[in-house]
């Protein structure tokens, strides 16, 4: 009997000990998924859309909405620039900037010296809607949460979560643009009032419009990559394609179920006036608040949602949902912009489509700023490049001596 009860002991031991293993394996094999936010910035999005769902420019929801950014930003812990401007008749709104103040870079000359070199980064999405309240019929739910509702939820995400990732040598402005809807006089305001230096430091403009009601999610760059007789300016496309890589390194697809899109129509047609024709691939011909930064040679990464993959731009549409063709598959500035229609067409199998594009989203924006400037190191990353020389140098001194 004592046998056997001591056995039964052995065995439950056993059993212990192999859970515990099996469990510290499982715990420590646990990897944490990409762009792993939570609801934040979903929440955010559809929040504004509710409480101020009619934004249009200049108007006094458009203003009260503002304050709502700015608040958000302030709790946060960011002191917030509010920057005011007028229309061309006088009405008033403003754009909210937070400024991240980055180390900068370093730029070796090859002759044992080193340049000291600012790069900036500018962050924006616009927060105005389309429609005031007395232009909404009655029936209508349409609260502008895609555009862009969506576009701020990742500014705020950003905002968050970039504090998580360090220094990473960039002088970084995040931007909620006022009046999109008057051709985006938001970003021509903030633009126009940078100093020309600060002008000539800007490495890359990320703009987000609209990513919730289309059927993809894209990426585009500006149309200054494309060049004179129709090719490609590929220092223009660099950090669109280190965008692109993040999403599909980081395998957001296969992990998140998010997949970023390139333009894929490959439609033949002179896109830049300049002449002749281009591809449209990897651009787009969407308008935001990326293009004074475009027209000014500033490389850009637009993100959007949408359907390109047509034959020709007549039949371009954001969705081919049967139950979104009201406006013949067009959304954004329509009526069925709408936090209630959109989360009922979209969100299946209990999936948050605003929060899963929220958040991927901005992490390819903040994993594209990892990858670090295309002109220089880090203080960090430079000083590790000495240490590696100098290891180098006293291995190949130490073999030397050896022999």
């Known amino acids: 009997m004592r046998k056997e009860m001591k056995r039964f002991f052995v065995i439950v031991l056993c059993l212990v000990l192999v859970f515990n293993l099996v469990a510290c394996s499982k715990s420590e094999g646990e990897e944490k998924k990409p762009a792993d936010f939570g609801s934040y910035g979903a929440d955010f999005a559809r929040q504004l859309a509710k409480k101020y769902p009619y934004r249009k420019a200049y108007s006094g929801t458009e203003s ?11 709790s946060l812990g960011y002191k917030v620039e509010t920057q005011n401007f007028t229309s061309i008749y006088g009405s008033n709104s403003a754009n909210y900037i937070i400024h991240i103040e980055g180390s900068g870079f370093v730029e070796p000359d090859g002759k044992g010296n080193v340049n000291e070199i600012k790069k900036k980064v500018v962050i924006g999405a616009h927060y105005d809607s389309a429609f005031a309240a007395d232009e909404v019929p009655e029936g209508y739910t349409y609260d502008g949460i895609s555009d862009n509702a969506s576009g701020i939820g990742c500014l705020v995400t950003i905002a968050k979560e970039i504090k998580n990732y360090g220094d990473l040598g960039f002088d970084i402005d995040i931007v909620a643009f006022g009046a999109g809807g008057d051709e985006f006089r938001g970003s021509e305001q903030y633009f126009d009032k940078l100093s020309s230096e600060e002008k000539s430091e800007i490495e890359v403009m990320f703009c987000i ?18 060049s004179t007789e129709g090719k ?19 395998m957001l697809s296969s992990k998140n179920g998010f997949n970023l899109y390139y333009n894929e129509s490959n439609m033949k047609m002179d896109i830049n006036g300049d002449g002749f024709e281009d591809t449209y691939r990897e651009v787009s011909l969407n308008e935001s608040d990326y293009c004074v930064f475009d027209e000014n040679n500033v490389p850009v990464v637009f993100f959007d949602s949408g359907d390109y993959f047509f034959d020709s731009m007549e039949k ?19 009526l069925l912009d709408s936090s209630t229609v959109l989360d009922e067409v979209q969100n ?9 594009r929220i958040n991927n989203v901005s992490y390819c924006i903040m994993g594209t700023l990892q990858k670090g400037s295309d002109f220089g190191m880090t203080h960090a990353e430079y000083e590790e490049s000495l240490k590696k020389i100098d290891t180098t140098e006293e291995t190949e001194a130490s073999a030397k001596a050896q022999k």
């Open 209 to 226: 419009d609209s990513i919730y009601a289309g059927d993809k999610v894209y990426a585009s760059s500006g149309l200054n990559s494309l």
């Open 316 to 334: 371009v549409k954001e969705t081919k949902n049967l139950n979104l063709q009201e406006f013949g598959g067009k959304i954004a500035g329509t």
């Open 64 to 74: 009260e909405a503002g304050e709502m950014i700015k608040k958000e930003f302030e």
């Open 232 to 250: 490609y300016n590929y220092k223009m496309r660099r950090k669109l394609y280190q965008t692109y890589d993040v999403a599909y390194n980081d």
């Open 348 to 356: 299946v199998d209990d999936k948050d489509i605003l929060e899963i």
